[in-house]
C-alpha cells in the first residue's frame, strides 16, 4: 500500500512539474513615448487599452514623457540612443530624422497601414516615406492653419476678406490675430502673391524668392501689405498662446490658428464658434488668397529601440482609426486615416470643414532648418509696424540669403 502511494506520489509531481514547464512565461516589455503636453492625457487612454488587449502577450512598463513636436528633432538627434522608443514630431522634422538614421523602417502591416492613409501617393504616406519606405505613422492630418471666428461679429462673407474683419474688429475695439513672428503663418502673404520658399536636394538649405522685383507681385508689395495689416487697429500680432488668452477674455474675435486649439475656441465662443479658410488680402490694389503651408504630425519608432516588434505594435494601435477618431473627440485634430476622416462626426467639425476648404490653397510644408530664424526677424520687425523705417526691400534681400545658407556646424 505504502508502495502504490509512492508511486502515485511521485507521477503527481511529475505531472506538476510537467504543467509548469509548458506554462507560458509572459515577458516583460519596457517602451517609453516622447509627445506634447496636450497629447499625454488621450495617449495614457490610449496606452491602457493596448496594455488590456495584449495582456495574455506581455507584462508593459510604458513611460509617457512631454517632448513638444517642434523641439523634437533636436533632443532625439543630440542623443539617438538615449531617446525614447516611440516620439511624435511635425513633418517638417521627417527629413532629418530619416537622413541621420534616427527612424526605424516600418516592416509591421506596412501596407495596411499606407492604404488606411490612403495610399502611396497621399500626401500623409509622402510626408512619411522616403524612396518607397514607410519610416513613421501619420498620427494627426491636421497640421495646417484657417481662420477661427466668432459668428456674432461676422457673417460667412465677411470672414472672406481680411479687410472687412479688420474694419470690423476695430469698430467693436475688438482684435484679429495672427503670429506674424512665425514664418510658418507669414509664408501665406509670400505663397499667395506667388513667391515660394523651399527645401534644396541636399536637405539643409532652402531656394527662397521672397526678395523678387521683376514678379508680377514683388517682395516689397507684400511687405508693404503686411505692414498696412500690422498698423490697422483691428489687429494684434500674438503667439499661439496669447491668442488662447485673448478668445478667452473676449479681446480677440478671430485670429489664424490650427486644428489644435479648436476644442478651446469652441468652448470659449459657445454657439457663436465657426471657422472658414484663410481670407483674401489687399495686394497692390488686388485681393489676393492667402495660401498655407500644411503638414503633418508623425509618430516615429527610434531606429535604436530595444523592442523594434512591440513598439510597431504599439505605434499602429495609437494611429489605427479607432484612435484617430478619439484623438478628434478629446483634442480636434483631424485625423490621416481615410476611413476616421470620412466619418459624419469628423465632417462636422468647422475646424475640420475649415482646412478641407483650405486644402486647395495649402501646401506641404517642405524647409531646411535654416528658414525659421531669418523669418521670426522679418516677421516681428514687420509686427512692429517697421519702427526703425527700414528699407523693405534690403530687409528681404538680408531675409532671403539667411533663408538659403548653409546652417552653421
Known amino acids: 500500500m505504502i508502495k502504490r502511494f509512492r508511486i502515485f506520489a511521485a507521477f503527481a509531481i511529475l ?4 504543467s509548469t514547464g509548458c506554462q507560458k512565461e509572459t515577458p516583460t516589455v519596457s517602451l517609453s513615448i516622447w509627445t506634447s503636453a496636450g497629447e499625454q492625457e488621450v495617449m495614457e487612454e490610449m496606452i491602457e487599452a493596448f496594455k488590456k488587449k495584449y495582456a495574455d502577450d506581455a507584462q508593459f512598463e510604458i513611460t509617457i514623457s512631454k517632448e513638444d513636436e517642434k523641439t523634437c528633432r533636436d533632443t532625439v538627434l543630440s542623443d539617438p540612443k538615449g531617446a525614447a522608443d516611440l516620439y511624435t514630431f511635425a513633418s517638417d522634422q521627417f527629413d532629418d530624422l530619416q537622413r541621420e538614421n534616427a527612424l526605424l523602417p516600418i516592416t509591421d502591416q506596412t501596407d495596411q497601414i499606407i492604404a488606411e492613409n490612403g495610399g502611396e501617393d497621399s500626401a500623409a504616406i509622402q510626408s512619411s516615406s522616403k524612396d518607397g519606405t514607410l519610416y513613421a505613422y501619420p498620427l494627426v492630418a491636421s497640421n495646417g492653419y484657417f481662420m477661427y471666428y466668432n459668428s456674432s461679429y461676422f457673417t460667412e462673407k465677411d470672414v472672406e476678406s481680411f479687410d472687412a474683419m479688420l474694419t470690423i474688429a476695430a469698430k467693436k475695439g475688438k482684435k484679429v490675430a495672427m503670429d506674424y513672428s512665425s514664418g510658418w ?5 509670400f505663397k499667395g502673391a506667388g513667391l515660394d520658399v523651399e527645401m534644396n536636394e541636399d536637405g539643409i538649405t532652402n531656394t527662397c524668392n521672397w526678395n523678387e522685383t521683376s514678379t508680377p507681385h514683388t517682395g516689397v508689395d507684400v511687405a508693404n501689405a503686411m505692414l ?4 490697422h487697429p483691428g489687429f494684434i500680432n500674438c503667439t499661439d498662446e496669447d491668442f488662447i488668452k485673448g478668445v478667452k477674455d473676449g479681446t480677440i474675435i478671430a485670429g489664424i ?3 489644435w486649439n479648436a476644442s478651446t475656441i469652441e468652448e470659449a465662443y459657445g454657439e457663436h464658434y465657426n471657422a472658414a479658410k484663410l481670407p483674401t488680402y489687399t495686394l497692390g490694389g488686388k485681393q489676393v488668397q492667402m495660401h498655407s503651408f500644411a503638414g503633418y504630425k508623425l ?13 510597431m505594435r504599439l505605434a499602429t494601435w495609437l494611429t489605427n482609426e479607432e484612435n484617430q477618431t478619439t484623438r478628434f473627440r478629446k483634442r480636434g485634430e483631424g485625423p490621416s486615416n481615410i476611413k476616421a476622416a470620412a466619418s459624419r462626426e469628423v465632417q462636422s467639425s468647422p475646424a475640420i470643414k475649415a482646412l478641407g476648404e483650405q486644402a486647395k490653397y495649402s501646401h506641404l ?7 525659421w530664424t531669418p523669418t521670426f526677424k522679418f516677421g516681428t520687425t514687420i509686427a512692429g509696424g517697421n519702427r526703425d ?10 531675409l532671403t540669403k539667411e533663408v538659403a545658407s548653409k546652417p552653421k556646424k
Open 185 to 189: 503663418y507669414i509664408y501665406s502673404f
Open 15 to 18: 505531472l506538476t512539474t510537467l
Open 299 to 311: 509618430l516615429g519608432i527610434n531606429a535604436h529601440t530595444k523592442n523594434p516588434q512591440w513598439a
Open 257 to 259: 490658428n490650427g486644428a
Open 365 to 371: 510644408q517642405h524647409v531646411a532648418e535654416s528658414f
Open 228 to 231: 498696412a495689416i500690422a498698423r
Open 389 to 398: 523705417g527700414a528699407d523693405l526691400q534690403k530687409l528681404l534681400d538680408t
